[in-house]
């Protein structure tokens, strides 16, 4: 009878281990990049994203190792119920294993839950909102590239402490918008301003004037502009038509990307300050990234730190799966691995991943050069103060996420 | 109060866009019968063609605000000739679903070659700066685009309502047949109707160039809008849509002022009131 059992026992265990070696030969991929590619988002993630995801899948050399990779891409529209559908399928059809990039706070929190529903991975790079890794974490989520937390203490605190003491809001009316007013208006109290008021306008927004003159009634010295993308270039452009800078108001630029400083020009856009965690022309790797980047983007762009992140989550993303020896097409398992290896690539350099998912590095703080200091194309900024790691992320005794009370 | 005053004539600088759009589709629909879907994207072909002028033939704003509408219309004639012109007597749907359609290829050739944030397009010179008017600073600029609007508006309403050729053309699209036994050449004046709608959506193209950007998408974004101005003022309409476009403009910008959240709706708010209790619009006429 021992034996017997000893026997069965030790059937099972050598079925699991057949199981687990099975597993681990396991070397498909699918990667599902997910963003805005035609609207107000499409140039700061959108096909520059795919193309990030492309590049990292190439650089890493797992093709060559044996692995197969697909990458597909998809359009959410900035909405999230067809973010959450286009997902849905991906996962359930199209076994996608990893979602990359999701701009747009709003289906990015979406998105979010339904991967933690399908135990995949999501590795979000083009959203803002610090609420992927403090009240609304899950396991299964890794948010890389910057927070509306970085945004607010980077920029926020800055220009409180240099005497922008009182501030009115321009926020985006989603998600993103309210996380990064609040997020800033904390930032500003703590420097010791205050805030004025604000006022929301809907996403994608053409005219701005209206939301312009309230804020220029209001007397107050910053305007944070809490948007993103297309609403914070028509913000910058129509508060220089009506005299705001120049009747001694200033517009902090809350979140601004390279794509953006290019399509307003040096010449509306000098002077402004932001932060930003990657920047093209920061060193030789990045310069070389730049460079490959932008010979195969079809409008010639440079890569905003929303390709970065893609690129660089990705690439520590595959280092995981070769750690594991194989795709186990477990989620939350990745995600643990990934949290486990330090992170090290030549766009954010060192760096690790905090339980609650939220990837950490160095952030910058930027000013747009004028027309005069810049060399060549695309030479737009000159940076002004590294805020180091433990500044530019929430600390992880004040993160909200419910994955740290354990 | 002060804001209040400084929230209208905002609005009222929105509303000439507004009318200018529709204005334009007012003339295609009410002369060619054809809801022409492709006028955002031809807006924006305005904006695009006044930025090649100045970025590649070193062409200004002037010269660009007849170049460009030019250049756009006869765009448009050679699509009414080569394609629109086989849907004349065929149901509305056709001629929308085929203008939309064009639209949609359009942008998608502008978004693949220029990205969708957009291209700067600098205030000319002479329009530069703003005044003070006690109650707002207004840019001259915007004040340029109030007053230049108005006067095209009424001049093609003049020429369409008040002149011989108007008459020609509005007794064509009553009786097609009958005006050309009087000798006029109708497809001609058919194909230059539509480049004159074309034309007025390139010439709102370049006036907005300065003060947004220059997006392959400003027109899409824009056009859903114009399209509710259209049928709050009336099909077909000339001055319904002009009278309803600054209106509209001016109850969306003191929307912005009183409840920001719904500045982007209440234009459709008002569409779905105005057609419940006046299905042809505030001037339209019941056909």
């Known amino acids: 009878m021992k034996t017997r059992i000893a026997a069965l026992l030790l059937g099972t265990a050598l079925s699991f281990a057949a199981a687990n070696t099975a597993f681990a030969q396991d070397k498909t991929i699918k990667i599902g990049a997910l963003s805005d590619q035609s609207g107000l988002y499409a140039d700061l993630g959108g096909p520059g994203s795919t193309l990030a995801a492309q590049m990292a899948v190439e650089d890493s050399g797992m093709v060559a190792k044996g692995w197969k990779i697909d990458i597909i891409s998809g359009d959410h529209q900035n909405k999230p119920d067809i973010g959450v559908n286009v997902a849905r399928q991906w996962f359930d059809v199209d076994k996608v294993d990893v979602i990359v990039d999701v701009p747009n706070s709003g289906v990015a929190l979406a998105v979010s839950n339904l991967v933690k529903e399908k135990n995949g991975v999501f590795l979000d790079s083009g959203a803002g909102t610090s609420d992927l890794t403090n009240a609304q974490c899950t396991p299964n989520t890794i948010h890389w590239t910057y927070d509306t937390y970085t945004l607010a203490h980077g920029t926020g605190s800055a220009l409180a402490k240099g005497g922008g003491d009182s501030w009115f809001f321009l926020t985006a009316d989603y998600a993103f918008g309210a996380a990064l007013e609040r997020d800033t208006t904390s930032a500003v109290q703590a420097a010791g301003g205050k805030i004025l008021g604000g006022v929301k306008h809907p996403l994608n927004t053409a005219d701005f004037s209206s939301f312009l003159l309230q804020a220029q009634a209001s007397k107050a010295k910053v305007i944070g502009l809490a948007n993103a993308g297309g609403d914070t270039t028509n913000s910058i452009k129509q508060a220089a038509e009506f005299g705001i800078v120049s009747g001694g108001q200033k517009l902090a630029a809350l979140l601004l990307f390279i794509t953006d400083v290019h399509s307003l020009g040096l010449a509306t856009a000098q002077g402004l300050s932001f932060t930003e965690t990657f920047y093209w022309d920061a060193n030789d790797q990045s310069r070389a990234f730049a460079k490959r980047f932008q010979e195969r983007m079809k409008n010639k762009g440079m890569p905003t730190m929303v390709h970065a992140g893609v690129y660089s989550s990705l690439l520590h993303y595959f280092k995981a799966l070769e750690a594991l020896g194989g795709n186990p097409h477990d989620g939350a398992k990745i995600v643990a691995k990934m949290k486990e290896l330090p992170t090290d690539d030549q766009l954010f350099g060192k760096g690790s991943i905090q339980p609650n998912g939220r990837k950490i590095h160095p952030a910058y703080l930027f000013e747009v050069k004028k027309p005069s200091e810049s060399k060549m194309p695309w030479d737009y900024y000159k940076l002004v103060a590294t805020i180091p790691t433990e500044e530019a992320f929430t600390p992880l005794d004040k993160s909200t996420c419910p994955l740290l009370k354990k | ?130 005044m003070n008017l006690g109650f707002m600073f207004l840019p001259i600029y915007r004040g340029w685009v109030v007053i230049f609007s108005l006067i095209v508006c009424l001049l093609t309403w003049y020429l369409i309502e008040r002149t011989r050729l108007g008459a020609n053309l509005r007794a064509a699209t009553e009786n097609p047949t009958l005006v050309r036994a009087f000798g006029i050449n109708v497809p001609r004046m058919i194909t230059l109707t539509y480049g004159l709608g074309v034309g007025l959506a390139a010439l709102a193209g370049v006036l907005s160039a300065p003060i947004n950007q220059v997006r392959p998408l400003m027109g899409a974004d824009l056009i859903i809008v114009v399209f509710a101005v259209v049928v709050i003022g009336g099909m077909g309409s000339i001055m319904g849509s002009i009278i309803t476009g600054f209106a509209l403009g001016v109850i969306e910008g003191l929307t912005k002022y009183f409840y920001p959240e719904a500045s982007n709706t209440v234009v459709f708010v008002l569409m779905v009131l105005v057609l419940l209790v006046k299905p042809s619009g505030l001037t339209g006429r019941t056909t």
């Open chain 2, 1 to 130: 109060m002060q804001a209040l005053y400084a929230q209208l004539l905002v609005g009222l600088i929105n509303g000439s866009f507004y009318a200018l759009l529709s204005l334009g589709l007012a003339v295609i629909f009410g002369m060619l019968n054809i809801i022409n879907f492709a006028h955002g994207a031809l807006y924006m072909m305005g904006a695009f063609c006044a930025y090649f002028l100045l970025n590649i033939a070193g062409i200004g704003y002037w010269p660009a605000l007849i170049v460009a509408p030019i250049v756009v219309g006869i765009f448009g004639m050679i699509l009414e000739r080569t394609m629109l012109k086989w849907l004349s007597g065929l149901d509305h749907l056709y001629g929308l679903l085929l203008t939309f359609g064009l639209a949609l290829i359009i942008q998608g050739v502008f978004q693949n070659y220029f990205g969708s944030s957009g291209l700067p397009y600098a205030i000319p010179d002479e329009l530069k700066g703003g």
